[in-house]
Structures are given as structure tokens and as C-alpha cells.
Nanobody, 127 residues
Framework: QVQLVESGGGLVQAGGSLRLSCVAS????????MGWFRQAPGKEREVVAG????????DYADSVRGRFTISRDNAKNTVVLQMNSLRPEDTAVYYC????????????????????WGQGTQVTVSS
């Protein structure tokens, strides 16, 4: 079965950096777009970043654009979210997800476009 396993979360001071990784198994990783989402307490899950199956296109939420970078290594079945200049409002559980459609033509930004989800990793940014 498909498994997505996130790692790299933790506690960091405002202005610091974290690098989240997500390793996928049970699917042909290189065929599917991948995304990172987050959910803060009392809030809905929101998209953070997405990357096309080929790695040639990315997209970001306005709140993280210029601070976060999504990338993928199809040889290692891994998608990475590099988070710099972290703010307290970035505190949330972060989830990676894999797209529903192989070789999708666009970068997915809606949670309904994703089929499988990881268990999440906690990111806490202190002020």
C-alpha cells in the first residue's frame, strides 16, 4: 500500500530554518505531483506548496512564498520542504500528500486533488 512518511519537524526560534522530508513507497513516485499542507490548531488544513510530477513547476501559498522551497528527488522517492525565515504563525502539523492523477498537467493546490497523506510532523516556531 502507499505510505508517505514525513520527518524533520521540531521546535525552532523565529527566523530559523527547518527541512522537512517525505519518503514515499507503494507508488510510482515519479508519476505524481506532490504537495505539502499544514494544519494549525483550530484551523482548516491549508496548502503550503506543490510540485509537478516532473519537478519542473512549483507553486506556493502567498504566506510562504519566498521563504519556503519545495523540491523532489524522483530517484529517492522523496519530496522536501525547505523552510527559512520561520514565523510563529508557521506553527502547525505539516503533511505531505501525493496526487490522484498520474502525469497531471498542473501543480495541484487543492486537497481534493491528492489521494494519499502522511501522518504529519509537528513544526513549532517560538517567538
Amino acid at each position: 500500500q502507499v505510505q508517505l512518511v514525513e520527518s524533520g519537524g521540531g521546535l525552532v526560534q523565529a527566523g530559523g530554518s527547518l527541512r522537512l522530508s517525505c519518503v514515499a513507497s507503494g507508488l510510482t513516485f515519479s508519476r505524481y505531483g506532490m504537495g505539502w499542507f499544514r494544519q494549525a490548531p483550530g484551523k482548516e488544513r491549508e496548502v503550503v506548496a506543490g510540485i509537478k510530477w516532473s519537478g519542473t513547476e512549483t507553486d506556493y501559498a502567498d504566506s510562504v512564498r519566498g521563504r519556503f522551497t519545495i523540491s523532489r528527488d524522483n530517484a529517492k522517492n522523496t519530496v522536501v520542504l525547505q523552510m527559512n525565515s520561520l514565523r510563529p504563525e508557521d506553527t502547525a502539523v505539516y503533511y505531505c500528500a501525493s496526487g490522484k492523477v498520474a502525469y497531471a498537467s498542473d501543480v495541484h493546490s487543492n486537497s481534493k486533488q491528492y489521494a494519499y497523506w502522511g501522518q504529519g510532523t509537528q513544526v513549532t516556531v517560538s517567538s
